[in-house]
């Protein structure tokens, strides 16, 4: 996705959580300004052979099916903690997708064993891009953005860890797309969290339709997917 297509549900999303776009872009210039290289994300092996499994961080993950449909896929694409209970049931990401805040030890540990890290900047994560970013492999670094892309700083579209990993392989023109670990409705979760993976919700919804797909981790949830905050024709 470019960021034209993208802009106008960035802006809703601005609007919707009360982010400026300033705090943003002073994330996005902190990662590069930080960076000495960066990851190319067509190194990944993603095309139109692969199927992905996209790997949220939700209960479900451990279930013994999402399991095994992970160990399936091509290429696994994990958010944030997902990979960590992935690694510790012997399945390895093929890249890790972050926002720095929840496990840094794991995103440096993996750049250095040449695992590329999507390390987000955003105007609410400036402390965790100073803290980690300088103790990485950055040439396992692939910064991304929500606003503008800049130098090496990539903006494929998505707003939480997990939906960016879904719009990164869409990118990359991924043949499949499966879902693990993904429980929109987690009772666990606070109002925050609730409300992002609101989003997250919509995006992927936006994101099937672009592709003229069902992902099947919609299904029985469409028609409860308030797609006026989406500002372009989505239904
Ligand atoms: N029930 C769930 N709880 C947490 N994450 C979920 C859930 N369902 C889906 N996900 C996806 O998994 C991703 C990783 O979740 P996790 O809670 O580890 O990360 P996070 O760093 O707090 O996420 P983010 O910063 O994107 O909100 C989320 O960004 C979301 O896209
Ligand atoms: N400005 C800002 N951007 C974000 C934030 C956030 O808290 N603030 N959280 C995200 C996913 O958790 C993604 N993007």
């Known amino acids: 996705m470019e960021f034209d297509e993208w802009e106008p549900v960035y802006a809703a999303i601005l609007e919707d959580f009360g982010y400026g776009r300033a705090g943003d872009e002073r994330g996005r210039d902190l990662l590069a300004s930080l960076l000495e290289t960066s990851f190319d994300p067509t190194e990944l092996p993603i095309g139109p052979d692969a199927t992905v499994a996209i790997a949220g961080a939700g209960p479900s993950l451990t279930d013994d099916r999402s399991l095994e449909r992970a160990r ?12 960590d209970t992935l690694a510790s049931r012997g399945i390895d990401a093929d890249c890790m997708v972050t926002d720095l805040d929840k496990n840094p030890g794991t995103v440096e540990r993996l750049t250095h064993q ?10 609410d994560n400036r402390e ?49 797309l499966i879902f693990v670990g993904w429980d ?18 919509r995006l992927l919804y936006w994101l099937e339709g672009r592709r003229g797909e069902r992902f099947d981790v919609l299904d029985g949830r469409r028609d409860g997917i308030e797609t006026d905050l989406l500002p372009i024709d989505s239904r």
């Open 72 to 83: 399936q896929a091509d290429v696994v694409l994990a958010a944030s903690t997902a990979v």
């Open 114 to 123: 040449g695992v590329p890290v999507a390390v987000h900047g955003h105007g």
């Open 128 to 176: 965790a891009i100073r803290d980690v970013v300088p103790a990485c492999d950055h040439a396992y670094v692939l910064p991304t953005t929500q606003a503008a892309p800049t130098g090496p700083v990539r903006n494929f579209g998505g707003f939480t860890d997990g939906d960016r990993a879904t719009f990164l392989a869409d990118h990359l023109g991924a043949a499949d």
């Open 184 to 201: 929109f409705d987690d009772p666990a979760v606070d109002d925050a969290k609730s409300h992002k993976l609101e989003w997250a919700e």
